[in-house]
């Protein structure tokens, strides 16, 4: 891939690396809801999905209120599970997600690893080139 007529080697090297950077963030949403505010309110409830788990029982929903909010999403929709199942449910989906992210960080490491290894332009353009973003 030709990038520019650059004939510079360190800003040939500094662009693909900024590129596996993109490339790896646009990956990443696949799987994620990008946002600081959604992310928070995934972290709340992993973070309740989890304690409920290892609590067992049948708690109160005044506990878990974004587990609550969950339940009152699917009835709203027809919907009718249990507090356990939509806990499970999370954190089911947030293994998914971090083992997507984990194969994501593999490839850009390894991207960028190699890229810093290169002594020339050649070299830089076959490492990209050669970059398989599939995650499976």
Do not use: F
């Amino acid at each position: 891939m030709k990038i520019d007529g650059s004939k510079n080697i360190a800003g040939r090297r500094a662009y693909l690396i900024g590129l596996v950077d993109t490339h790896a963030e646009a990956t990443r949403n696949a799987y994620v809801t990008p946002g600081a505010g959604q992310s928070q309110e995934y972290a709340l409830t992993m973070d309740e999905a989890t304690r409920l788990l290892a609590a067992g029982g049948n708690p109160p929903l005044t506990n878990y209120p974004m587990l609550a909010a969950e339940l009152g999403a699917q009835a709203s929709v027809g919907n009718h599970i249990t507090i356990q199942a939509a806990a499970l449910s999370v954190v089911t989906a947030s293994a998914k997600s971090k083992a997507a992210m984990a194969q994501i960080k593999v490839i850009r490491r390894t991207a960028k690893l190699k890229l810093a290894g290169c002594n020339s332009l050649e070299d830089l353009e076959a490492v990209y080139d050669n970059l398989d973003w599939k995650i499976s």
